[in-house]
């Protein structure tokens, strides 16, 4: 049982999770699908921020916890 991960993994992790992507050799139609997408991210993420927010202000408000 492998508990921790080798640096080889790590690194290919890294590197899927953060690519970077050229604009300028993109065509018409793969920038309008890049932007689809990420309009398409931005009401989950806002809901997201706003769950947090609301979470934390809601918990300075109140005295006890959850409960």
């Known amino acids: 049982m492998r508990l921790l991960a080798s640096p080889i993994d790590i690194e290919k992790r ?3 999770m953060f690519v970077r992507k050229d604009y300028s050799k ?10 689809k997408k990420m309009n398409s991210q931005k009401i989950p993420f806002a809901l997201f921020i706003g769950i947090l927010v609301g979470i934390a ?3 300075a408000t109140h005295n006890r916890a959850f409960s």
């Open 14 to 16: 890294d590197i899927i």
């Open 26 to 35: 993109m065509t018409l139609d793969e920038l309008v699908s890049e932007e």
């Open 57 to 59: 202000v809601w918990s």
